[in-house]
Structures are given as structure tokens and as C-alpha cells.
T-cell receptor
Framework: NAGVTQTPKFQVLKTGQSMTLQCAQDMNHEYMSWYRQDPGMGLRLIHYSVGAGITDQGEVPNGYNVSRSTTEDFPLRLLSAAPSQTSVYFC???????????FGPGTRLTVT | DQQVKQNSPSLSVQEGRISILNCDYTNSMFDYFLWYKKYPAEGPTFLISISSIKDKNEDGRFTVFLNKSAKHLSLHIVPSQPGDSAVYFCAASATDSWGKLQFGAGTQVVVTP
């Protein structure tokens, strides 16, 4: 199993550009989520999904869109990037009956 | 408001000694607590967890203690090893919240020879 994979590892965007951060898992986990990590603030939940076709907002959803068309994939879209979205983004997944989430390696995003 | 707090941003400990990391929470609905370890440029990895029906859970060198009345948990690492140098995050979840995790800000542990 590859576990949770994320692409790209690094990305630099200009303000106003759009992009999609990819996340995939091969563990057949129903639950997937996106977090951002900022210095001194831990990880904060952006969006999550409890299964294909079902998504909901987390703590900091503004500026981000998600969709979940398959169990395996959970992309995160930035429609118009802003410098405040400079961060490290982590995707995670878990089984629906479990509590431990398994994280991908992260995407470091810089918006100039 | 931050519902999970790790008030020590850093901890330095000698190899072979005990590392004690602390975490406080405010939400009484939290019923499951986890510790994650993170190396630079990697994703967090699950370390150990504890349910609110227990007050201690042990896994090798790692022990987590939960004091529900004080809304406090701690992670003990004995003995500390150089490979334990990492950032440790405390996280909490509630049964009725789809298992969403609330994280603390993290504690940077440095184990010196």
C-alpha cells in the first residue's frame, strides 16, 4: 500500500491564480480530510468527507473547494490564491469506525 | 478559540532521560485523544492514543496519561532517544463530531546526547 499520497510536494503561485492539490489513498478509507499547518497554530481542518459524494466544511474553509467523486481521491481547489493561503497542506484518511487518521507527506504552498 | 493547548513550544532532554509533554483541553465532549509525531518535511504519524474511559495507555517507551477532571493529558517517553527529536502534536476528538481532530500547536522535542 502506498498509503496517502499528495501531489505536488511544492508549489509557488501568484496571487489570483488557481490550482488543485491532489490527494489519493489506497486503503479504502471512507473518511478523508484536508488540514493546513501554520507556525504556532498546529493543524487546522479545512474540509472533510465521510464518503464519496459527501463533503463538509471544517474550521477554516474559506477560499477552498473540495469534491469527492471516488473513495480514493479528495482534491482541494484554490480558486483564487491569496498570500494568506501560504501554508503546508496535509491530506489524511481513516476508516469510518476508527479514530486514528493517517496523513500524507504534505504540499508546501507559497503564494506571492 | 483553541480547544486543545500545548503550552510548551519546546523541550530539550538528555538521551536516556524521561521526556514529558503536556496537553490541556477545554471541550468536555472530547472522548478520544491522540499523539502524533512529525519530522521535518514529512506528514504527522500516529504515535499513541487513549479513550476517555481509561486513564493510562502504554506502548513500549510511550505512555499517555489522562486526567479527565483536570482536562489534562501527558505523554511520557522513557528512555528518550535521539530519534525522538521531532514535533509532537496532541489531538482530540468527540464521538458526535464525525471524528474531526482538533490539534494543539505542537511541542518541539530535542534529545541531546
Amino acid at each position: 500500500n502506498a498509503g496517502v499520497t499528495q501531489t505536488p510536494k511544492f508549489q509557488v503561485l501568484k496571487t489570483g491564480q488557481s490550482m488543485t492539490l491532489q490527494c489519493a489513498q489506497d486503503m479504502n478509507h471512507e473518511y478523508m480530510s484536508w488540514y493546513r499547518q501554520d507556525p504556532g497554530m498546529g493543524l487546522r481542518l479545512i474540509h472533510y468527507s465521510v464518503g464519496a459524494g459527501i463533503t463538509d466544511q471544517g474550521e477554516v474553509p474559506n477560499g477552498y473547494n473540495v469534491s469527492r467523486s471516488t473513495t480514493e481521491d479528495f482534491p482541494l481547489r484554490l480558486l483564487s490564491a491569496a498570500p494568506s493561503q501560504t501554508s503546508v497542506y496535509f491530506c489524511a484518511s481513516r476508516l469510518s469506525g476508527g479514530r486514528e487518521q493517517y496523513f500524507g507527506p504534505g504540499t508546501r504552498l507559497t503564494v506571492t | 478559540d483553541q480547544q486543545v493547548k500545548q503550552n510548551s513550544p519546546s523541550l530539550s532532554v538528555q538521551e536516556g532521560r524521561i521526556s514529558i509533554l503536556n496537553c490541556d483541553y477545554t471541550n468536555s465532549m472530547f472522548d478520544y485523544f491522540l499523539w502524533y509525531k512529525k519530522y521535518p518535511a514529512e506528514g504527522p504519524t500516529f504515535l499513541i492514543s487513549i479513550s476517555s474511559i481509561k486513564d493510562k495507555n502504554e506502548d513500549g517507551r510511550f505512555t499517555v496519561f489522562l486526567n479527565k477532571s483536570a482536562k489534562h493529558l501527558s505523554l511520557h517517553i522513557v528512555p528518550s532517544q535521539p530519534g525522538d527529536s521531532a514535533v509532537y502534536f496532541c489531538a482530540a476528538s468527540a464521538t458526535d463530531s464525525w471524528g474531526k481532530l482538533q490539534f494543539g500547536a505542537g511541542t518541539q522535542v530535542v534529545v541531546t546526547p
